[in-house]
């Protein structure tokens, strides 16, 4: 059965792959701005999962960077650049803001820290709102352009899904990457037990402030795939419910599971979709079952099915070792 469980794996992964190129040609409009919605949102919710799930930061400030790269965007590509010179900004922005953010992290923890991200997040809020030199205030930034992607225009919704589709794809062989790398075993063991971590000769203040930069450049990378999918940015977007949402896409999905936030931003984005059916209960309903599933499985849709799989496994074991004993014994 192990022999092929691998390329099963992979079997799935290509149909999925495949079905997300293949299945949105036949969607309406709509439709295809849900799902370009997913992918940007699944792409801030990687970049939280790495500060949260893998380096065990409490952060309510992901939300914001969603916003820092979203304007940069925005203001670049409505003054003649490119965006993808718009995303390097972003990325340096955001990764150098989450730096010099990730400095209290080094002297306060859990709720504390949640408390200093939280503040941050309201002043950047402001920030958005009140400096309209800069972002436009209230009234925000209008026709913000598509780029065109090797000569080939992207402002209908189906070439630029697959412009944030690629762009997911790009981030997540990156993140698939860098938490196999000596770096994500540092945030793993950082996330575990900090103390020992230092013993063991990790720099654990570096691998802090790294895992807040890295964090908060991807949710830059999103915000700067944010502006051009709606065309229009304001401040309400990036107040602090953005920040709770892809906080709960990461503990829904499963936080310190690659897939988490794949499955949480699906679930967010597209549940409420799903139960637009009964009106005006819809939102009800998605509380409800959010409540329900993390009362049921605090470690999210992934934890449940990481506990069966060691059920599984220790079941196996232990009748692995009955066999054994019993040929033991018959041997005797």
């Not at 436009?136 to 780029?147: L, T």
């Amino acid at each position: 059965m192990s022999g092929f469980a691998r390329p099963l794996k992979i079997a799935l992964g290509l149909a999925v792959i495949a079905a997300l190129i293949v299945v949105p040609m036949n969607f309406n409009r709509y439709g295809l701005f849900i799902l370009s919605q997913w992918a940007v949102m699944s792409i801030a919710a990687m970049g939280l999962n790495l500060t949260l799930g893998y380096a065990g930061q409490v952060s309510l400030a992901q939300g914001a960077f969603v916003g820092i790269g979203a304007y940069a965007a925005a203001i670049m590509t409505t003054h003649g650049w490119p965006l993808p010179a718009a995303i390097l900004v972003a990325i340096a922005l955001s990764f150098a803001v989450g730096w010099v953010l990730g400095y209290p992290a080094l002297r306060v923890q859990h709720h504390y820290l949640a408390f200093v991200t939280l503040a941050f997040s309201t002043l950047a809020f402001l920030v958005f709102r009140n400096e309209s030199w800069l972002t436009g205030g209230i009234y925000g930034i209008s026709n913000i352009p598509r780029p065109h992607v090797f000569g080939i225009a992207t402002n209908r919704p189906l070439p630029f899904y697959y412009v944030c589709l690629g762009s997911l794809g790009i981030v997540s062989l990156a993140v698939w990457w860098l938490i196999r790398s000596p770096w994500g075993r540092a945030f793993m063991a950082l996330r575990e037990n900090p103390l020992r971590a230092q013993s063991l000769g990790i720099d654990t203040r570096r691998y802090t402030l790294m895992a807040f930069a890295i964090g908060s450049a991807l949710g830059g990378v999103a915000g700067a795939l944010y502006a051009p999918l709606t065309q229009y940015i304001d401040p309400v977007p990036f107040n602090l419910s953005l920040s709770l949402d892809l906080l709960m896409m990461v503990i829904v999905g499963g936080a310190g599971f690659y897939f988490g936030p794949f499955l949480g931003a699906m679930i967010a984005v597209l549940l409420p979709e799903w139960l637009r059916f009964t009106e005006g209960y819809y939102l009800m309903l998605y509380a409800v079952a959010v409540m329900l599933l993390l009362i049921w499985s605090p470690t999210g849709i992934l934890g449940i099915l990481d506990r069966y799989m060691a059920a599984r496994r220790t079941k196996a074991a232990s009748a692995l070792r009955a066999v054994a004993k019993s040929r033991l014994e018959t041997v005797q």
